[in-house]
């Protein structure tokens, strides 16, 4: 399920400018159509990508838990097995973690350009233009295609300006790449 955002959080509370709007927030549609241009709908990554981060999250920390005390327990003796508690305590911290950082993940299209909105104590911005895109890949590998996802790369002239939205539904990724590749073709003919 996606989740869109008129202008902030679920709960009416702009990020951009930390007021609330005192009304509810806009209800998911899956793709932006028919806003203002300096009112960006905010497109939230789907809940897959946060299963999948915290699946990987428990097999290898799970594992490693398990690992170093059956190993620390066996060679050093019981007390040294107390070590892993080390890759349970990040284990337990990285939970909460990866859901604050999902959260965080959000893009919008506009009429000129793609938002991409990340970040949980440094928060990251990036504008994309459509005029200057180069190439807009769509890439799945093993583990995505298993939950069901994939990643839209965008390619700008500019290295430093290439952005990435990972863990979308194979088939927004599709739509996203056919219309970012529609626009980039329209905006560069007029350079």
């Keep these: 399920m996606w989740r869109t955002y008129a202008c902030g959080m679920e709960t009416g509370t702009s990020r951009n400018a930390g007021r609330t709007t005192g009304q509810p927030a806009a209800r998911p549609t899956g793709r932006p159509t028919g806003h203002a241009a300096d009112e960006p709908v905010w497109i939230g990554l789907p809940p897959g990508l946060l299963r999948m981060r915290r699946l990987l999250l428990v097999v290898w920390l799970g594992s490693l838990t398990i690992g170093t005390a059956l190993l620390s327990g066996l060679l050093a003796g019981p007390g040294w097995a107390a070590f892993a508690l080390l890759p349970l305590a990040v284990l337990l911290w990285g939970w909460p973690m990866l859901g604050r950082n999902w959260r965080s993940w959000r893009y919008a299209e506009r ?9 949980v104590l440094w928060r990251k911005e990036t504008v994309v233009p459509y005029g200057r895109m180069q190439l807009v890949e769509v890439t799945s590998g093993p583990v995505e295609r298993h939950f069901g996802l994939a990643s839209v790369q965008l390619h700008t002239a500019a290295a430093a300006t290439d952005a990435r939205i990972t863990g979308l539904d194979p088939a927004e990724a599709e739509r996203l790449r056919d219309r970012l ?8 003919a007029g350079l």
Excluded at 182 to 187: F, H, I, N, P, S
């Design 111 to 119: 009429a000129d350009d793609l938002l991409i909105s990340r970040g």
């Design 181 to 188: 590749t529609e626009l980039g073709e329209a905006r560069s």
